[in-house]
């Protein structure tokens, strides 16, 4: 995968940033897939868990859609200074809010995109339907990317992952098929691709090369070979038009 646009960041500020694996190379790859929907300027995106709005930048200066950067871990004031220095205050809208409450108007996105955060609050059953569907249009799109596994290992945890991750950690990850089977359940949205990026390592090896204290602790597992027993997993699906009838 060859990061053309991600290359013309400033590198440091990417690196002092970072929250976990090279959120704006994820989001990259995303938006160059072939199942992946376009996004146009004047949009109406939702960025949810955007943490320190990197992927908000991104999308506000690559595509010029107007976004909805929404943490809740990282204040809104902080965030509205990083966009403000970046030029692109005007586009982008700092929001600190929970999944739980989220102060938005049903219908009001024409997407919403969540990378690296969605893993933490979207795994129990009725997330989806419940608080982020409701907010897209009709039509609109959804397209998430989590860090994850290649299959589900949590009956039995290779002993790399447990140098710098605790089976409470570990739940987080689940596979492309565990994703699918949970996604394929909404009845508000229309699941059309779910897969693997390519750029696992790469994304990692920059979230490694941070000073942050989470990723200086990530690297015993990765140096360990935690690496082979995971990916990043991408999903995308788009609101339906009438509510599907809840499966029998």
């Not at 090279?22 to 989001?27: E, G, P, Y």
């Not at 929907?37 to 995106?45: I, W």
């Not at 965030?79 to 739980?100: M, T």
């Amino acid at each position: 995968m060859e990061y053309t646009k991600s290359q013309t960041y400033d590198r440091q500020f990417l690196l002092d940033n970072m929250m976990g694996p090279n959120a704006i190379k994820i989001l990259e790859e995303l938006t160059q897939l072939p199942g992946m929907f376009e996004l146009k300027p004047e949009m109406r995106v939702l960025d949810l868990g955007c943490g320190r709005g990197l992927t908000s930048i991104f999308l506000a200066k690559e595509f010029g859609v107007q976004v909805f950067a929404t943490d809740l871990w990282i204040a809104a004031s902080e965030n509205y200074a990083r966009f403000k220095e970046a030029g692109l205050e005007q586009r982008i809208i700092p929001i600190h809010a929970d999944v739980a409450d989220l102060p938005y108007a049903d219908e009001y996105f024409d997407a919403i995109i969540s990378i690296d955060s969605y893993q933490y609050f979207g795994r129990e059953e009725g997330v989806a339907d419940e608080k982020i569907a409701p907010l897209l249009k009709k039509g609109g799109k959804l397209a998430i990317v989590v860090p994850g596994l290649i299959k589900d290992i949590h009956d039995n945890i290779p002993p790399e992952m447990l140098l710098s991750w605790n089976p409470e950690d570990i739940e987080t990850l689940r596979s492309p098929e565990w994703w699918r089977k949970l996604l394929s359940r909404s009845q508000l949205l229309e699941l059309q691709a779910v897969g693997e990026l390519e750029g696992f390592y790469e994304c990692w090896d920059d979230w490694l090369a941070c000073n942050n204290e989470y990723a200086i602790g990530d690297r015993k597992a990765m140096e360990g070979g935690a690496g082979k027993y995971m990916d990043l997993v991408y999903m995308i699906a788009a609101k339906n038009e009438i509510k599907k009838k809840a499966p029998r």
